[in-house]
């Protein structure tokens, strides 16, 4: 919020976001050494550590826009790369880096933990910043193999139905032992988990490896997503499980695609998003209510964002 508020060169808050600057190094190095120190014992750590919302891709993320030429980003990035390409062993079984000893939700156990593969917790939120990070111009060494990487990871675990590609939302220890994941089809298509946030993270690897076969295949997978019957699934209007993280995500996505399939499906999206814009959680919250809703809304109407960049936290541009 402070960057965005200092973005127009005035003064108000810019001491705040200085002061703020400090700590956010701070923290991130504090981080950072837990984060060595647990893989230096080769053991799984939890997606608090690593991802969008709680851990250092969030941290990440914010360092990219405030100060892209640190250090500390650099830190960061050499941290995901070491993450997405060294493998863990668990009893035999190999894992990856990022796997995660808490269940991805207290309804829904993984006993032995889970690699969890959505845009919030998961490897596409590792993908989307390392991507966006090369997209930018700023690389660590094993950047582009770290993007390598999980795109096979993606490309291994995608399933294909009559209603297009579709990815499970984690995979447990049965999963990797079977090959194949337990999770029957689809799950909701929301930005947080499912194919909208998948596609996106997928597209933006693509671009930054300039590979347009794989970007073609990306948007596929999401224009197939717009146009199935799943959407309708979704709970509720919000940025992070409903309408407004679809329609923002696919904004994004449109205005980078290189297929013409996508962008149709935005009259349509904001349509239904404005018919259904009250049914959030009734907060003023920016990812599950009111503000959020609005802010895509807002996109919506101008064609352009309201307030410039004010997604990027989002993980979409």
Same mark, same amino acid.
């Given at each position: 919020?402070?960057?965005?508020?200092?973005?127009?060169?005035?003064?108000?808050?810019?001491?705040?976001?200085?002061?703020?600057?400090?700590? /956010?190094? &701070?923290?991130?190095?504090?981080?950072?050494?837990?984060?060595?120190?647990?893989?230096?014992?080769?053991?799984?750590?939890?997606?608090?550590?690593?991802?969008?919302?709680?851990?250092?891709?969030?941290?990440?993320?914010?360092?990219?826009?405030?100060?892209?030429?640190?250090?500390?980003?650099?830190?960061?990035?050499?941290?995901?790369? %070491?993450?997405? !390409?060294?493998?863990? $062993? /668990?009893?035999?079984?190999?894992?990856?880096?990022? #796997?995660?000893?808490?269940?991805?939700?207290?309804?829904?156990?993984?006993?032995?933990?889970?690699?969890?593969?959505? /845009?919030?917790?998961?490897?596409?939120?590792?993908?989307?910043?390392?991507?966006?990070?090369? &997209?930018?111009?700023?690389?660590? =060494?094993?950047?582009? =193999?770290?993007?390598?990487?999980?795109?096979?990871?993606?490309?291994?675990?995608?399933?294909?139905?009559?209603?297009?590609?579709?990815?499970?939302?984690?995979?447990? &220890? =049965?999963?990797?032992?079977?090959?194949?994941?337990?999770?029957?089809?689809?799950?909701?298509?929301?930005?947080?988990?499912? $194919?909208?946030?998948?596609?996106?993270?997928?597209?933006?690897?693509?671009?930054?490896?300039?590979?347009?076969? %794989?970007?073609?295949?990306?948007?596929?997978?999401?224009?197939?997503?717009?146009?199935?019957?799943?959407?309708?699934?979704?709970?509720?209007?919000?940025?992070?499980?409903?309408?407004?993280?679809?329609?923002?995500? !696919?904004?994004?996505?449109?205005? =980078?695609?290189?297929?013409?399939?996508?962008?149709?499906?935005?009259?349509?999206?904001?349509?239904?998003?404005?018919?259904?814009?009250? !049914?959030?959680?009734?907060?003023?919250?920016?990812?599950?209510?009111?503000?959020?809703?609005?802010?895509?809304?807002?996109?919506?109407? &101008?064609?352009?964002?309201?307030?410039?960049? #004010?997604?990027?936290?989002?993980? /979409?541009?």
């Amino acid at each position: 919020m402070l960057h965005t508020a200092t973005a127009d060169g005035q003064p108000r808050y810019q001491h705040a976001a200085r002061t703020l600057d400090r700590h /956010l190094h &701070r923290i991130t190095h504090s981080r950072l050494d837990a984060a060595q120190a647990r893989m230096a014992h080769k053991a799984p750590g939890t997606f608090d550590e690593y991802d969008l919302f709680y851990g250092l891709t969030g941290l990440g993320l914010i360092l990219l826009r405030t100060a892209p030429a640190s250090d500390t980003l650099a830190a960061v990035l050499t941290y995901l790369h %070491r993450l997405t !390409t060294q493998p863990l $062993t /668990l009893d035999g079984l190999h894992a990856p880096g990022w #796997w995660a000893t808490r269940d991805p939700d207290p309804l829904s156990p993984t006993p032995g933990g889970h690699a969890n593969l959505g /845009l919030a917790h998961g490897a596409a939120g590792i993908l989307a910043l390392l991507a966006l990070a090369a &997209r930018a111009g700023h690389t660590v =060494d094993g950047h582009h =193999d770290a993007i390598i990487s999980l795109c096979a990871w993606f490309d291994q675990w995608r399933q294909d139905s009559d209603g297009g590609p579709w990815w499970p939302q984690w995979l447990t &220890r =049965d999963d990797l032992r079977a090959g194949q994941p337990t999770q029957p089809g689809p799950g909701r298509p929301s930005l947080c988990y499912g $194919t909208p946030g998948i596609a996106r993270a997928l597209q933006l690897a693509a671009i930054a490896l300039a590979d347009p076969a %794989r970007q073609a295949d990306a948007e596929h997978a999401l224009a197939t997503c717009l146009a199935g019957p799943h959407l309708a699934g979704l709970p509720d209007a919000g940025l992070c499980h409903g309408l407004a993280g679809v329609y923002q995500a !696919t904004s994004r996505a449109a205005a =980078d695609a290189i297929t013409p399939g996508i962008g149709a499906h935005l009259p349509g999206l904001a349509a239904a998003l404005t018919a259904r814009a009250s !049914t959030t959680d009734g907060s003023t919250a920016l990812l599950t209510g009111a503000t959020g809703v609005q802010l895509v809304l807002e996109t919506a109407r &101008r064609a352009a964002p309201p307030v410039s960049g #004010w997604d990027s936290c989002l993980l /979409l541009c």
